[in-house]
Each structure stands twice: as C-alpha cells, then as structure tokens.
C-alpha cells in the first residue's frame, strides 16, 4: 500500500490569520493581534475589551466560507504536495464546518492543490485513524499547525508520524513546539525532504 499523507490547511498550505486580521479590522474595526499566540485572547475592539469566545466563533463564521478568497499559497507548499503526491494518497483533513467542504476543495483547486478534502470538527484523532484504516497504509504522516490536535492523533492513531507546522511566519515565535508532535518544522522544502524519509522507512511511528 502506499503511504499516506493527512495535512491541515490554514497555517500550513494557506495563509489565514494575517488575512482575517486586515478583515476584521476592515469589516469590523476589530484589532487581532497574535503575538501571545492565543487566538482565543487575540481579538479586541478600540476601547481593549477582548472579545468573548462565542463572539470570536461567530466572526470565524463570517470569514469561512466569503472571505476564503483572500487567502494566499504557503510558499513551497503547492510544489511540495506535488511531489510527494507521485508516491503517496494525500488528504487534506481542515476543521471547517461540513458546509465549507465544496468551498474549500474550489479555493485549494485554484492554487493548483487538487486533493482529497474532509471537514471536520474537533480532535482530528478520530478521523485521522479511521482515514489510515480505509487506505491501509503502509505509513502515515499528520501535519498540523495546533498542537491540541497532534494530542489527539497520539491518542487515537499513535502509529502516525506527527509534524507541527507553523507557516504564518508572525505567529511562528510565538507558538511553542506541540509535545505530542515528533518534529517541528515550519517551512514546506524542508517538511518535504522530513515526510520523504517517513515514507522511506515505511515504520509506524514511535510512541
């Protein structure tokens, strides 16, 4: 069986937050700022009051799916999915609402990314085991920019090499290793050269 390759969208083959920022701002003069890294405390109004959570998923909800279209190519990302696509299923597993799946498949079509594309919504270690499973790989790799998720994958599908990736180079600093990850890399050429030797070795990963 050939390998197979589950990877995240934004933040890792598209930009989002620096986008959603000039949106929010333009839209709704609301200020996002990610150096803490915390995007649940990283959006305020002009006199510094922090939006609630519940107010936070409602402007997500308005970026996703009518201003999808502002977002923009992680460098590398298109050329490195196309090379490892000569030898592996690829996957593309985002945490959108089930509506947005048509909308995401056309948005990464147009950057030349065509393939496979699943919502879904909460821990990705459920989906991710049961996609390994229904392509009976031979080995697997997870790559994925928030490390609540890379805990769920070694919960549920520990045998899946996990790599954390931050592309937003602002955000990046800012955002700690994922201890439940195997490796941290934040830039596709290299990530490529990283999932390549996964393949090679053709072992699940150790726990």
């Known amino acids: 069986m050939k390998p197979l390759l ?5 933040e890792v083959l598209l930009h989002m937050v620096r986008h959603f920022g000039t949106w929010l701002d333009e ?20 006199d510094g009051t922090v939006l609630e959570r519940d107010e936070m998923w409602a402007l997500l909800d308005g970026f996703f799916p009518a201003q999808m279209g502002r977002q923009t190519l992680v460098p590398h990302a298109r050329t490195a999915l196309a090379t490892l696509a000569e030898q592996a299923d690829i996957v593309v597993l985002t945490n959108l609402q089930d509506h947005c799946r048509s ?4 948005q990464l079509a147009a950057h030349g990314i065509v393939h496979r594309v699943e919502c879904n919504q909460g821990g ?11 392509y009976g790989a031979s080995v697997a790799v997870f790559v994925d920019d928030l490390a609540v998720h890379h805990q769920s994958v070694a919960d549920e599908a520990p045998g899946v090499h996990r790599l954390h990736m931050v592309s937003e180079p602002t955000l ?4 700690p290793p994922a201890p439940a990850a195997h490796a941290r890399i934040d830039d596709w050429t290299e990530a490529q050269r990283w999932i390549e030797a996964r393949f090679a070795e053709r072992a699940p990963a150790r726990t």
């Not at 589950?6 to 934004?10: L, M, S």
């Not at 909308?103 to 056309?106: K, T, Y």
């Not at 990046?172 to 955002?175: C, E, F, L, Q, T």
């Open 124 to 134: 990705k270690g459920t989906p991710v085991a049961r996609l390994v499973a229904e």
């Open 172 to 175: 990046a600093p800012h955002v």
């Open 103 to 106: 909308h995401r498949i056309e």
């Open 6 to 10: 589950i990877t995240d969208c934004d």
């Open 27 to 46: 839209a709704h003069a609301i200020d996002f700022r990610m150096s803490g890294g915390d995007f649940a405390s990283s959006m305020a109004r002009a």
